[in-house]
């Protein structure tokens, strides 16, 4: 390069600001061709390097420079390299996607660039009376692939809130996919009860892999409203459980949740609540995910870990434990026992 264009770049690299926002614009640049890679099958598709006339029969591709385009851009960001004329996978990122966990990662690229990405870009109108995000429906599946990253750390909570303990009937509020309560019995086999959720197609994934997991004896799935107790819901319980779920329940309404759930615990019953908290400019990840609830019709604003704890003592729990899972992170679980 010429000394006096390097002498011009260097100056505009001095630009205060301009190293930090091109370095995210890359991030950002790379995160988008993730997400297409992913959503268009070129990642699946590269599971055995190709040439790209291979890879253009396997995606059926009818525009070659888009092709090209996107092409290039997995070379540029080195998630991609070209050897002997074949494409493979090089990156970290597109290589994780592609392993064992990928689909957890591959979610968590989706939810940056579509949902979360959408409560900034509609932030505006929205801030000054435009209508809310009204996609809550559509995205479920997305937020539950991308929620198994705190599995960990719910598992182990979950064994050492139910360890030893008999009897153990259990409410799981918003069930899920099942998996909870998997772990449940795996860590006391004396585990048996409900799992309850609203969405009837996560019911019917849930009572299939209880089936798939042998596990159909020990709890039943049934679809419905919490606030409107099915007639199968009939306590006492001795583990009631809120997993992420909290902040779908309108502020006014939650201390009649809490007090209902506490009236349907046996004398010495737990009611275990996880999820992330308001973040007060300590943790990125509840800022955002704060974010995303204030702009989507159907979701509130995360609460203070205080207001719920607060809570929780107005609703008669007498002793209450809190469980940080991370430094940094608001993410937390709290155990609340009736004495």
């Given at each position: 390069?010429?000394?006096?264009?390097?002498?011009?770049?260097?100056?505009?690299?001095?630009?205060?600001?301009?190293?930090?926002?091109?370095?995210?614009?890359?991030?950002?640049?790379?995160?988008?061709?993730?997400?297409?890679?992913?959503?268009?099958?070129?990642?699946?598709?590269?599971?055995?390097?190709?040439?790209?006339?291979?890879?253009?029969?396997?995606?059926?591709?009818?525009?070659?420079?888009?092709?090209?385009?996107?092409?290039?851009?997995?070379?540029?960001?080195?998630?991609?390299?070209?050897?002997?004329?074949?494409?493979?996978?090089?990156?970290?990122?597109?290589?994780?996607?592609?392993?064992?966990?990928?689909?957890?990662?591959?979610?968590?690229?989706?939810?940056?660039?579509?949902?979360?990405?959408?409560?900034?870009?509609?932030?505006?109108?929205?801030?000054?009376?435009?209508?809310?995000?009204?996609?809550?429906?559509?995205?479920?599946?997305?937020?539950?692939r991308f929620s198994k990253v705190g599995e960990p750390f719910?598992?182990?909570?979950?064994?050492?809130?139910?360890s030893g303990k008999e009897p153990l009937r259990i409410l799981?509020?918003?069930?899920?996919?099942?998996?909870?309560?998997?772990?449940?019995?795996?860590?006391?086999?004396?585990?048996?009860?409900?799992?309850?959720?609203?969405?009837?197609?996560?019911?019917?994934?849930?009572?299939?892999?209880l089936a798939a997991w042998g596990l159909t004896d020990r709890?039943?799935?049934?679809?419905?409203?919490?606030?409107?107790?099915?007639?199968?819901?009939?306590?006492?319980?001795?583990?009631?459980?809120?997993?992420?779920?909290?902040?779908?329940?309108?502020?006014?309404?939650?201390?009649?949740?809490?007090?209902?759930?506490?009236?349907?615990?046996?004398?010495?019953?737990?009611?275990?609540?996880?999820?992330?908290?308001?973040?007060?400019?300590?943790?990125?990840?509840?800022?955002?995910?704060?974010?995303?609830?204030?702009?989507?019709?159907?979701?509130?604003?995360?609460?203070?870990?205080?207001?719920?704890?607060?809570?929780?003592?107005?609703?008669?729990?007498?002793?209450?434990?809190?469980?940080?899972?991370?430094?940094?992170?608001?993410?937390?679980?709290?155990?609340?026992?009736?004495?």
């Open positions: 390069m010429n000394l006096k264009y390097m002498l011009i770049f260097m100056r505009i690299l001095k630009m205060p600001g301009l190293f930090p926002i091109m370095k995210d614009l890359q991030a950002a640049i790379r995160m988008n061709f993730l997400f297409a890679a992913y959503r268009s099958g070129l990642l699946n598709a590269l599971a055995t390097p190709c040439d790209r006339e291979v890879l253009m029969e396997k995606l059926h591709v009818k525009r070659p420079d888009l092709f090209d385009a996107l092409l290039d851009v997995g070379l540029a960001t080195k998630e991609l390299a070209l050897i002997d004329q074949k494409f493979t996978i090089k990156g970290r990122r597109s290589k994780a996607i592609m392993g064992p966990r990928g689909d957890m990662f591959a979610a968590m690229v989706q939810a940056s660039l579509t949902y979360y990405s959408d409560a900034y870009r509609y932030a505006t109108g929205r801030m000054k009376g435009g209508e809310l995000g009204d996609d809550l429906e559509q995205i479920g599946d997305l937020i539950a719910i598992k182990d909570f979950i064994k050492a809130a139910v799981d509020v918003g069930c899920g996919s099942g998996i909870y309560l998997q772990t449940t019995y795996n860590a006391n086999q004396n585990a048996m009860g409900v799992g309850l959720d609203v969405d009837e197609a996560v019911v019917r994934q849930a009572r299939d892999n709890f039943n799935i049934i679809r419905g409203d919490i606030r409107h107790s099915p007639a199968e819901i009939i306590g006492p319980f001795d583990f009631i459980t809120l997993y992420n779920i909290l902040y779908y329940f309108q502020e006014e309404d939650r201390k009649g949740l809490l007090y209902k759930l506490r009236g349907m615990l046996s004398p010495q019953g737990v009611l275990a609540v996880v999820m992330n908290f308001r973040s007060r400019g300590k943790d990125v990840g509840a800022a955002n995910l704060n974010m995303v609830n204030c702009s989507l019709k159907g979701l509130t604003p995360l609460p203070d870990l205080n207001e719920i704890t607060t809570l929780l003592k107005q609703c008669g729990f007498g002793k209450i434990d809190i469980h940080r899972f991370m430094p940094g992170s608001t993410f937390s679980g709290v155990v609340a026992c009736i004495s």
